[in-house]
């Protein structure tokens, strides 16, 4: 496609359940990148894939999220027995890696934890 | 850590004038780029502008230009003459320079832009 595409649009589920997201970057952009934005918050860092690999992890909250990315595109992000406080809408972007290129972003995922 | 504060949540302006969005950041690094983010209720951030630390000029697309002051660490947005379709949140965002690494982004915490017709 020709921009970032991210599924389910908008997810509901009950507390305790594991949620998946996923996120299907820009052909050819290597880097990838999910956020997270709380309710009247700011995007808040949680990993970077470099390829399949993600050296940096650090802005993942607990070990009950995690992500994968497979064959150097699609990315799934993870959570497991999901919180209330998980609720947020979960953004991925893309870019190439070489630098200076501007990440381009998904529409999201808003993820409700009843 | 870097830092970004947008200390103005909400904003509005009257069709047609000039408003301007602040930011300041905090970092100890040279080299390092800053970004103006428009969320219209799609979602989807839109990248409005960006500025290299190491460039003295300030940035320009279109209606929307920045006022980069590197000492006092300051990053505004300027729109001029402001239509209905600039009614978003507004993010500003901070990333290090750096050609080969991660290149993650840190946020402000937004201001919600109303325009008035």
């Known amino acids: 496609g020709a921009g970032v595409s991210q599924s389910p649009s908008n997810k509901v589920t009950e507390k305790g359940k594991d949620v998946e997201l996923r996120c299907d970057p820009i052909?050819?952009?290597?880097?990838l990148y999910w956020y997270r934005q709380s309710l009247g918050q700011g995007l808040e860092f949680l990993i970077y894939?470099?390829?399949?690999?993600?050296?940096?992890k650090s802005g993942l909250p607990s070990d009950r999220f995690s992500a994968e990315r497979t064959g150097g595109s699609v990315s799934t992000l993870t959570i497991q027995r999901t919180q209330q406080e998980d609720s947020a809408v979960y953004l991925c972007?893309?870019?190439?890696?070489?630098?200076?290129?501007?990440?381009?972003f998904g529409d999201g995922t808003r993820l409700s934890i009843l | 850590a870097q830092t970004v504060t947008q200390s103005q949540p909400e904003m509005s302006v009257q069709e047609a004038e000039t408003v301007t969005l602040s930011c300041t950041y905090d970092?100890?690094?040279?080299?390092?780029?800053l970004f103006w983010y428009k969320q219209p209720p799609s979602r989807q951030m839109i990248l409005v502008i960006r500025?290299?630390?190491?460039?003295?000029q300030n940035a320009t697309e279109n209606r929307f230009s920045v006022n980069f002051q590197k000492a006092a660490k300051s990053f505004s947005l300027k729109i001029s003459d402001s239509q209905l379709g600039d009614a978003a949140m507004y993010f500003c965002?901070?990333?290090?320079?750096?050609?080969?690494?991660?290149?993650?982004?840190?946020f402000g915490t937004g201001t919600r832009l109303t325009i008035i017709p």
């Open positions: 972007a893309s870019s190439y890696r070489v630098g200076n290129q501007p990440q381009h």
């Open positions: 894939f470099q390829g399949n690999s993600a050296p940096d």
């Open positions: 052909s050819g952009h290597t880097a």
């Open positions: 500025q290299e630390a190491y460039k003295q």
């Open positions: 970092t100890s690094e040279s080299d390092y780029y």
């Open positions: 965002a901070y990333r290090e320079g750096s050609n080969f690494g991660n290149e993650k982004l840190t």
